[in-house]
Each structure stands twice: as C-alpha cells, then as structure tokens.
C-alpha cells in the first residue's frame, strides 16, 4: 500500500500535461499506465501517415511549445519526440503495467483508494490519493459497431487503431467504415497503395481542408461560432463545389457549432476527396449485412472485399472500474455536460482529456485542475 496527494490514472497527453502542471507546483503525483510506456496510443495503434490535424500553436500541452522550425502540421514521429522532450523537461515518471482494477473513495479516511494489478509482477497493489485524476480520455476502446454477418466474414477485419499502413493491402478489395478523420485518411493512404478502397458515409459531415480550419482557429478570437460557420461552409463551396454528387452529405449545422455543441470534430481533408472525385475511392451509404466476403448496403448494392477497417470512434471504460464518479460522470463513462466546471466533480475527483476539443482544451484544464488543488491545499495548511 501506498499513499500519495494525487494519483493519475492515463499516461497520455492528458495525464502528461496534468503531471507536469503539478510538478511545476511541487505537488506530489503518482501516474499509473497499463502499457509498457507513455502516449500508448501514439507510439503503438497510429497508422505512419498520421500528423496533427490542427496547426502546432493549437496542439501544445502546458508550459512548452515546439520549435520553430517544426512544420504547422506536425507528423507522428515529431509528435512523439515533442512529447518525449515534455516528459524528460517535467520529470514526469510514470508507472508501467499498472492496470486499474477498481476505485473507490472512502469516507472513513476521506481518500480515494485505487486497486492496481501489475501486469509485468503480478503484484496486487494498492495507492490512497486525496486526490483523483482520471485521464484515461475517450479513446480507451475501439468500437466496431453490431452488423448482421460479420462474425462469418471471410476476409478480414479490424478497427482503425490496429491498422499501421497499406502495404499488405496492395491490389485488395478494402471497404473502410466511417468517413471521419480516421477514415478518410486511411482511405486516402490504402489509395495511395494501390488497394482497390471504398469508404462507408454512414452519416453527414463536414470535409473541410487543413487551411481552411486554420482561418476558422484564427477567426473564432474574433467573431461568434454562427458568422464563422458560415464564412468556413462558403470556402469549402467556393474550394470543393457540391459534394453531395458523389456520396458525401454536409450537416445543415456549421463545423464550430458541432464542435462546440457535440464534440463532434469536421473532417479534415489530407487528399481522400479529391481521389473520391476521380472515382479512386467510392462512396457507399451503411452496411446492411454481411455474407462471406460480400457485403450488402442500404441502398440495396452488394460488393464483394478482402478486408474491412472500422474506423468508427472509440469509447471511454471509465464506468468499468471507477466506483464512486457520479458526481463527474454519466453512464457512457463521459464527464457530464451540465457541469459548470466540466472537469471537476467531488471529493478530490478529477476528470481531463474528455472534452473532445483536442490537445488546446487538455492544456487548458491541466492548468485549471493544478491550480484548483494548490488552492484547496492552501486553504487547508
């Protein structure tokens, strides 16, 4: 057993960034990991043509940005180094293998008290915090959505985060699933391989391209989300004409109002439309049913595949293990949303890396959550 003023659960960004925030403040933090490092899901289930998105000014964790020759949109491995620099600049140690069983506060002694297998020991241990920060984030597990047939599917299939390149799918027949940024940057990359690639538009969305999100960054410090929205839809028009023709919806809402009022991001375009417009990816609406290595969709046309890719989103497990979090989080294992301070919930718990608004919002509450423990403990010494 073990006791410590503030244990992190997750060595992600968001358990980085609020490690380091406390490291800066001197107050003591334990960070516990179940893999064998940090920023798991970057070093180990990122596909190579992954980069950030966003531009480097909107993507920097607490307290250090990146150098100035780092290009605006930052690749993989440029994003791993920043952060290996972070850990090494901060001293943020986390511990390895250390899979959370079961939390629980206890009211006798006022802690939380945290069940812990590690995996690498086989040792049962034990850690009491005061204070409790989840930083799992929203990304835990990989969801591939129930569809009649695909357990007897003759191919094969996986979610987006066990694929790493195309290499291996060269002249397949590939059917990715979900149109959001995952999805159309692995369609785009199996193209580029020569796979034979179809992507599943189950539902609207905004393709918009990296520059245009960037005057979007730069405009919302000035003007509200509805006048932003309707100058960012105007340019895609202007850039990328009606894309409904070829299988693609847009939200009758803007991008910054889904953003802000859903989480749900606009899909950034890294060349997937352009092949979608030359006829080197199709477009087919959801799947129906899967027979064999054919599967059916709801506009009633069957294709035969060799693989399928779900790209379809991922789920927080908090609800599995976290006991004593209703005053936090709902029963999808997300923080609630009527909540004035999204990251806060009660007796020393702590929530960062859920507000699906990327690495800019994780370095915000990073700095509200070490500022709100330095002030509780300030009141109480």
Known sequence: MEEAMVVIVGAGPSGLAISACLNRLNIENIVLEREDCYASLWKKRTYDRVKLHIAKQFCELPYMSYSSNAPTFVPKKGFISYIDDYVSYFGIKPRYHSSVESVSYDGECKKWRIDVKNTFSNVNEVYYARFFIVATGENSEGVIPSVAGLDGFRGEY????????????????????????????????????????????????????????YIGMQLIKFLSVKVVDKIL????????????????????????????????????????LKKIKQGKVKVFPSISSISGNSVGFTNG????????????????????????????????????????????????????????NGLLAISRDAKNIAKDIKLILSHQN
């Open 301 to 356: 046309d069957v294709t035969k595949f060799d693989a399928i890719i779900f790209a379809t989103g991922y789920k927080s497990t908090v609800k599995y293990w976290l006991k004593d979090g209703e005053s936090l989080f709902g029963d999808d294992g997300m923080p609630k949303r009527n909540l004035e301070n999204k990251w806060k919930g009660e007796n020393g718990l702590y929530a960062i890396g859920f507000g699906r």
């Open 158 to 213: 996986m979610h987006a985060n066990q694929y790493v390149n195309a290499r291996k799918f060269t002249g397949k027949d590939v059917l990715v699933v979900g149109c959001g940024n995952s999805g159309m940057e692995i369609a785009y990359d199996l193209s580029e391989f020569n796979a034979r690639t179809s992507i599943v538009a189950r539902s609207p969305v905004h393709v918009v391209s990296k520059e245009i999100v």
């Open 233 to 272: 839809m105007k340019l895609c028009k202007l850039k990328d004409g009606d894309i409904s023709k070829y299988g693609l919806q847009r939200p009758k809402e803007g991008p910054f109002h889904l953003k802000c009022t859903t989480g749900r991001s606009p899909t950034i375009d890294v060349g997937c």
